[in-house]
């Protein structure tokens, strides 16, 4: 047996007590680990000291730096995290159909758990305990695999999670790390084909393409967000310009920020102007295609591979459509299915919109950064599904949950 | 671009017609469908016919040829298939949830269809209607790559439907057949990302594994079925008798029958004889552990290898455990966690088990044949999924919908 299947194995042992554990054990053993995370702070932040130090030896770029980088303040916020998570209802147990069939057996459709959840993920150390808390939540034991340089922040998180939950009474392997943070251990954690039962990726879509193309065991493809604004000829040009703005810049580094931005013929000579000024008050560079450069000039020309691309960054790319009908297909062709909007005052357009749009999310007049799982209501995300099996938008603790079907008889045979 | 690529391309541009298509369209192109198979059912039979012709000049093997077989009759049950998938509640527009959020956004959670659905299966001719029936009323365009031996069937059976959608007002690309039936088409299906929202394989274990490990596009494992009858100390052992018979011999050559039988130590001396006796008669071999051989002499000896086979015989694995843990912990191991059942009077003892094993049904005193679409009150199944994401055991009509976010605001900004 490898090390990980060791770990899987320990998993799968650990699975079998999790999945019957009551609710107020898994809120207890949470609350614990919220409070071990504040009361360990100093050993979680001198781990960490020295992931930095070895990122800047080796010439780590500032933004990533920041990704690495855990405070007092970001350790509360881990913190305040779990202790969310905690409170959060239990979704396991769940009644959700009970029937009797003509034959008199009783069937009886009941929510557990999926059982052992594998991730894979980048630097960013919060996500150990995020989504530590949010399997343990809903009955999951959790194996992680974090990136190379944030390896020691992730091991001190975890020592001090596996310590809390021991201290309540949940097994300490409800959570393990792979110490191994080679390509080798992401590789084998895609074919752990009996001790995993799905894997979630949560990085970079060169991560996240790895997996799902590799990967033997049941994957959820999360977080690639090619967004769409269309200004429909019936948009409050207003709002358009405060939407497609927000969308744009508020953060432009996560997958619901937009990325494109459509115009009708019919109202793009005076809503482009006003969007594309307040956009480039926010220095976003604009890629637009020869028709919005008719109209705004101070724009890059956009090429063929724009409209596919996922930007991450200040820039949007322009185009604009003879009809709501090209917008849908444009979006069809190129969207990644997250979040797309439509702004218009015309319920039937907007309608037409939504129906035929098949993305995750579908807007009228509101900025796409709204999908997530805390904007939703769904409390907090492990991820942001773009595919269609399972769950489809943000995963929280609701979504990782499977059920079974319960059927007592009374000697029935067939 | 390849000629899967274009038949790609034809069902992503269908999907968009069929995703809004209303209930009442999709329910009379299925009665079109329907009345069309017994229409055709000649033309249907003599390429049946020449399939069966080939089949015995390559030396097929009776038991094959059956499956193989079209007659008047089953093409009358396939046409019946048809007719009651097309009188099923539409699943899709269902509004699933509905709130505001605080800052006035109104969330609309709608059951949509998954798309494209590609399905790769093997000789059985009837599933090409089953299949696209199940789809259609869903609101999902079919990609059918079937057996080179059925081929000449199911292309009969292709064209007579998708002559009938046409006439129904339907695109005939609702439901396409690829015509290289080599493996390459089945690898270059399991690799069309983009074009497929999801793959089913329906067949022999080695094709679900086949696809399972190579596929890109988002799989359903379905139908490996290893099911166990565990024997209570406190069952009624005429009932255990009557169960097992009836789950390992009505049927072995399905995922839902039995193929091992687990007996507590304190019934084992008076159970197994009469069990295993009624098993004989039924002309069941039984491959027995030291402990169930000691009490019934006149069985073979089980090999380790024993324990995770699935039969697909009329063969039992037989072992005598010490508790129900022993019992719970064995399945556990060897189960594929599809149907397992416990024989018992003592209710605490069938909960214990209920909860315990992590299979999609788990029984109390009723047999595992069961598990299926028809029999639970699904409705007709496109496979029983043995994987915890989506959908878990029978697949009907309503498990081949997604969901999506219809979220409107009135400008809102994040």
């Given at each position: 047996?490898?090390?990980?299947?060791?770990?899987?194995?320990?998993?799968?042992?650990?699975?079998?007590t999790l999945r019957?554990?009551?609710?107020?054990?898994?809120?207890?053993?949470?609350?614990?680990?919220?409070?071990?995370?504040?009361?360990h702070?100093?050993?979680?932040?001198?781990?960490?000291?020295?992931?930095?130090?070895?990122?800047?030896?080796?010439?780590?770029?500032?933004?990533?730096?920041?990704r690495?980088?855990?405070?007092?303040?970001?350790?509360?916020?881990?913190?305040?995290?779990?202790?969310?998570?905690s409170k959060?209802?239990?979704p396991?147990?769940?009644?959700?159909?009970?029937?009797?069939?003509?034959?008199?057996?009783?069937?009886?459709?009941v929510?557990?758990?999926?059982?052992?959840?594998?991730?894979?993920f980048?630097?960013?150390?919060?996500?150990?305990?995020?989504?530590?808390?949010?399997?343990?939540?809903?009955g999951?034991?959790?194996?992680?695999?974090?990136?190379?340089?944030?390896?020691?922040?992730?091991?001190?998180?975890?020592?001090v999670?596996?310590?809390?939950?021991t201290?309540?009474?949940?097994?300490e392997?409800?959570?393990?790390?792979?110490?191994?943070?080679s390509?080798?251990?992401?590789?084998?954690?895609?074919?752990?084909?009996?001790?995993?039962?799905?894997?979630?990726?949560?990085?970079?879509a060169?991560?996240?393409?790895?997996v799902?193309?590799?990967?033997?065991?049941?994957?959820?493809?999360?977080?690639?967000?090619?967004?769409?604004?269309?200004?429909?000829?019936?948009?409050?040009?207003?709002?358009?310009?405060?939407?497609?703005?927000?969308?744009?810049?508020?953060?432009?580094?996560?997958?619901?920020?937009?990325?494109?931005?459509?115009?009708h013929?019919?109202?793009?000579?005076k809503?482009?102007?006003?969007?594309?000024?307040?956009?480039?008050?926010?220095?976003v560079?604009l890629?637009?295609?020869?028709?919005?450069k008719?109209?705004?000039?101070?724009m890059?020309?956009?090429?063929?591979?724009?409209?596919?691309?996922?930007?991450?960054?200040?820039?949007m790319?322009v185009?604009?459509?003879?009809?709501?009908?090209?917008?849908?297909?444009?979006?069809?062709?190129?969207?990644?299915?997250?979040s797309?909007?439509?702004i218009?005052?015309?319920?039937s357009?907007?309608?037409?919109?939504?129906?035929?749009?098949?993305?995750?999310?579908?807007?009228?007049?509101?900025?796409?950064?709204?999908?997530?799982?805390?904007?939703?209501?769904?409390?907090?995300?492990?991820?942001?599904?773009?595919?269609?099996?399972?769950?489809?938008?943000?995963?929280?603790?609701?979504?990782?949950?499977?059920?079974k079907?319960?059927?007592?008889?009374?000697?029935q045979?067939?």
């Open positions: 047996m490898t090390e990980l299947e060791k770990m899987g194995a320990r998993a799968r042992a650990v699975a079998k019957t554990i009551s609710a107020d054990s898994k809120t207890t053993a949470l609350e614990a680990v919220a409070s071990a995370i504040i009361e702070a100093d050993t979680i932040l001198s781990a960490n000291a020295e992931d930095l130090t070895d990122a800047k030896a080796n010439g780590m770029s500032e933004s990533m730096q920041d690495l980088l855990l405070t007092k303040e970001r350790i509360g916020d881990m913190s305040a995290g779990v202790m969310a998570v959060w209802p239990d396991v147990g769940k009644v959700l159909e009970e029937y009797d069939r003509p034959n008199g057996l009783h069937i009886k459709k929510s557990v758990p999926l059982g052992v959840i594998g991730i894979i980048e630097s960013r150390p919060n996500v150990t305990s995020d989504c530590a808390a949010l399997c343990i939540r809903a999951n034991v959790v194996i992680l695999r974090g990136g190379k340089e944030a390896y020691r922040s992730n091991l001190a998180i975890t020592k999670m596996r310590k809390a939950l201290g309540a009474g949940l097994p392997d409800c959570v393990q790390l792979v110490t191994d943070t390509r080798d251990s992401a590789t084998e954690m895609m074919n752990l084909t009996g001790y995993l039962d799905v894997l979630i990726p949560r990085g970079g060169g991560l996240i393409r790895s799902v193309d590799n990967a033997k065991v049941p994957v959820i493809e999360t977080g690639a967000g090619n967004c769409h604004i269309y200004v429909d000829k019936a948009a409050d040009i207003d709002m358009a310009a405060d939407i497609v703005f927000n969308a744009k810049t508020s953060r432009p580094s996560v997958c619901n920020a937009a990325e494109k931005l459509l115009v013929r019919a109202i793009a000579d809503a482009l102007p006003v969007i594309a000024a307040k956009l480039q008050s926010g220095n560079e890629h637009g295609d020869p028709a919005s008719t109209i705004f000039s101070h890059k020309a956009a090429t063929d591979e724009d409209w596919g691309r996922e930007y991450v960054d200040l820039i790319g185009k604009v459509v003879d009809s709501i009908d090209e917008a849908i297909d444009h979006i069809e062709r190129y969207s990644t299915h997250h797309d909007c439509i218009t005052e015309d319920q357009a907007a309608e037409k919109f939504m129906a035929g749009v098949d993305s995750a999310a579908v807007y009228w007049n509101a900025s796409t950064r709204f999908t997530d799982g805390g904007e939703m209501g769904l409390g907090a995300e492990i991820g942001i599904s773009t595919q269609k099996l399972h769950a489809r938008g943000p995963m929280g603790v609701n979504q990782l949950v499977t059920y079907y319960e059927i007592t008889g009374h000697g045979t067939r």
